[in-house]
């Protein structure tokens, strides 16, 4: 059995409670009816990248063992808005989940199974007893192990129900688009209408017969569809799709019904500059978000290729550590050829004159990248990985989850920073040297719906930006279902629209296809189309208050706190000690004034800290991370040369109060149970 995770002392779980279940037909569940399963916990939230990147995790597994394994999502939400039923809903049917989904808005079950982060795994036996309290990414590999020690075990002793588990399917969304995610305007001569040719009659094949070349048109990113669809300027002619719609990883031709080129859940988009896009072979770059790749689409033969990536998540390619003891992380390019680099999550893109690249929002590893089309050059361009709100020199700041970019005409870059709630600017030198700066935003747990100055302003998970004709900012605040707008002028921040269902991207069309005036193009991802929204004249001013995620604040004492956080490699790994400890702990907090001692970053994964009496209470930043390498020892116990290795993390955020009956020590689980 695996040491790392089975516990000695059998606990039983605790039932399962919520507000009400999804993708079950209407039934409620209780861990009764799930005795005879082997059941696994996923504690997720739906703006949480890592919580997504689990989800496709865990779908191998779930199909593998689907006659013994029941997994159940528990949705314990960050922001307000994933408390709403319509819009988790909706997120449950956008990612495909298959499998039952709790609704545990006020955080019930979270506390039960004392969960502390996003995502944390829970398994439980067929007995009902919790074998296994994992955190963070990358626990495949030894679930996959796991599993079958339990299903060994518990058909020997009778205790395991082999058959179908208590999924129901909803009804699907149906329409040209689901869930779309970002838009791109291809000009006229640029968009696949434009070279399509003529056909027998002499009229322009397609839609360019209707003169819809004319006035260009747009390319969307149709993500719940697995590819991209060509719209006219009305939003409602089709004037060509690429992909085939099915969820995949494969290059070739794209265009029309006849294509084998596949996406998985595409979403930012860029149209080089005409002279590089001659050079390069393709038009335009892609965001492949959960294959982990860019994507380049040559709009004058359909065809798609992959550019950079290799297809393995970033956070999971075990490797040095990303910071030194200084916080500063690594900035400029990567090695070797662009498909061999690992990538995570790209979400957006954008195309740089400064750095003459494209500029991509590295969602799932908190970092700016930089891919350039001519060489095939990866770069990291800003960020030290860690998740947060730190402004500074480039390689020592932190981004959380950047979902957005645009560029303003002084060169420099817009960041809509999803998980800081925040606007964010890369301001680029003409050296080439990055600052980042903060315009609007926080910290992780702090958001809100509130106009005036930007000290104070509040936004609500933003995943798009545009420059707006005055300098001014536009910004899909998407989980306030609004376009705000920042005035680098006044430092004030102001309403545009509301009422939008998740707006995902924001851009500006100066087509006057609709009007004499420009206007805001919006993607509104849960209503399944694009739009135009006017610029009012006069904006508005909104105050509905500025929040902070709500989660039970851990009691510890002023003074010393023995921090622990317990990691044992599952069977068939082990630590991968040959350069050193492999595992390593970065610590800060908010206020930076709690810690009085034990903040910054070392290898070990216990540190005494010294927590300042003076502050009575604040947020622990803690991230662990750990290295473990596949096969059996050698005999000298060492790790076997070419072995498969694995990188373990997690960043943890506990809120913590300070009184004098509060705990001593404080102890998480990366991979581990008591």
């Known amino acids: 059995?695996?040491?790392?995770?089975?516990?000695?002392?059998?606990?039983?779980?605790?039932?399962?409670?919520?507000?009400?279940?999804?993708?079950?037909?209407?039934?409620?569940?209780?861990?009764?009816?799930?005795?005879?399963?082997?059941?696994?916990?996923?504690?997720?939230?739906?703006?949480?990248?890592?919580?997504?990147?689990?989800?496709d995790e865990l779908r191998p597994l779930e199909e593998q063992y689907s006659d013994v394994l029941v997994t159940v999502g528990v949705h314990s939400p960050k922001f307000e808005h994933e408390a709403d039923p319509v819009a988790l809903a909706a997120a449950v049917e956008r990612y495909e989940i298959h499998h039952p989904v709790l609704d545990d808005p006020e955080l019930e079950t979270w506390k039960a199974y004392t969960a502390r982060a996003w995502p944390t795994l829970v398994v439980i036996d067929p007995e009902g007893y919790i074998v296994a309290h994992l955190s963070g990414e990358g626990h495949a590999d030894g679930l996959a192990v796991l599993i079958p020690e339990l299903i060994a075990e518990h058909e020997a002793k009778g205790t395991l129900h082999r058959g179908s588990g208590p999924y129901v399917a909803p009804e699907p969304t149906s329409g040209t688009l689901r869930f779309p995610g970002k838009a791109l305007f291809l000009p006229p001569g640029r968009g696949s209408t434009a070279v399509k040719g003529t056909s027998d009659d002499g009229a322009a094949a397609g839609a360019a017969g209707n003169g819809a070349a004319g006035k260009g048109s747009w390319l969307v990113t149709d993500t719940g569809h697995h590819r991209l669809v060509e719209l006219g300027t009305d939003f409602h002619t089709v004037l060509g799709t690429f992909g085939s719609g099915v969820r995949g990883h494969a290059d070739g031709p794209a265009a029309g019904d006849s294509a084998v080129a596949q996406f998985n859940e595409p979403q930012g988009l860029v149209l080089l500059p005409e002279d590089?896009?001659?050079?390069?072979?393709?038009?335009?770059?892609?965001?492949?978000?959960?294959?982990?790749?860019?994507?380049?689409?040559?709009?004058?033969?359909?065809?798609?290729?992959?550019?950079?990536?290799?297809g393995v998540q970033r956070l999971l390619e075990a490797g040095p550590a990303r910071v030194d003891e200084d916080a500063a992380g690594f900035t400029g390019q990567l090695g070797g050829h662009p498909l061999d680099v690992a990538l995570s999550s790209p979400w957006d893109v954008v195309w740089s004159r400064k750095l003459n690249a494209v500029v991509v929002a590295m969602a799932g590893v908190h970092q700016i990248f930089s891919f350039d089309p001519l060489t095939g050059a990866v770069a990291i361009v800003a960020g030290n990985g860690l998740e947060g709100l730190l402004d500074g020199p480039a390689h020592e700041a932190w981004f959380a989850q950047p979902s957005g970019l645009a560029e303003d005409a002084e060169g420099n870059i817009w960041v809509a920073d999803s998980e800081t709630s925040a606007l964010r600017k890369l301001a680029i030198d003409d050296d080439g040297t990055v600052t980042v700066e903060s315009a609007i935003g926080k910290g992780l747990f702090d958001f809100g719906f509130r106009d005036g100055a930007a000290a104070e302003a509040r936004l609500q998970h933003p995943l798009g930006v545009t420059v707006l004709p005055d300098g001014s900012v536009a910004v899909a605040d998407t989980y306030n279902g609004a376009v705000r707008r920042y005035d680098p002028a006044s430092g004030t921040v102001s309403t545009l629209a509301r009422g939008l269902l998740e707006p995902s991207d924001v851009i500006v069309d100066h087509t006057h296809s609709a009007g004499s005036e420009p206007l805001l193009v919006v993607v509104e991802a849960n209503k399944h189309q694009v739009v135009f929204v006017p610029i009012p004249k006069e904006a508005q001013q909104v105050d509905e208050g500025a929040v902070q995620t709500h989660r039970p604040k851990s009691p510890v004492v002023p003074g010393p706190l023995e921090l622990t956080v317990r990691f044992t490699a599952p069977t068939g790994q082990k630590l991968d000690d040959r350069w050193g400890d492999p595992t390593q702990l970065k610590i800060s907090s908010t206020p930076p004034e709690l810690l009085a001692s034990g903040s910054g970053t070392s290898v070990g994964l216990l540190r005494t800290l010294e927590l300042s009496p003076d502050v009575p209470e604040g947020i622990l930043h803690i991230t662990a991370r750990a290295a473990a390498c596949d096969g059996p020892e050698t005999e000298?116990?060492?790790?076997?040369?070419?072995?498969?290795?694995?990188?373990?993390?997690?960043?943890?955020?506990?809120?913590?109060?300070?009184?004098?009956?509060?705990?001593?020590?404080?102890?998480?689980?990366?991979?581990?149970?008591?």
């Not at 896009?277 to 033969?301: C, M, Q």
């Open 1 to 55: 059995m695996s040491e790392t995770v089975r516990t000695h002392a059998r606990v039983r779980a605790s039932e399962l409670v919520g507000r009400n279940w999804l993708n079950t037909g209407g039934k409620t569940l209780d861990l009764e009816a799930l005795r005879g399963k082997i059941v696994l916990l996923d504690f997720w939230t739906f703006c949480c990248i890592n919580c997504l990147h689990v989800l």
């Open 636 to 674: 000298d116990g060492e790790i076997p040369d070419h072995a498969a290795c694995h990188l373990y993390q997690q960043d943890w955020g506990i809120p913590v109060v300070l009184q004098g009956d509060g705990d001593t020590e404080l102890v998480l689980d990366l991979r581990g149970m008591d």
């Open 276 to 310: 590089v896009a001659a050079k390069a072979g393709y038009d335009v770059v892609i965001a492949d978000s959960v294959n982990h790749r860019l994507r380049g689409l040559s709009l004058a033969d359909g065809k798609a290729s992959t550019l950079a990536g290799s």
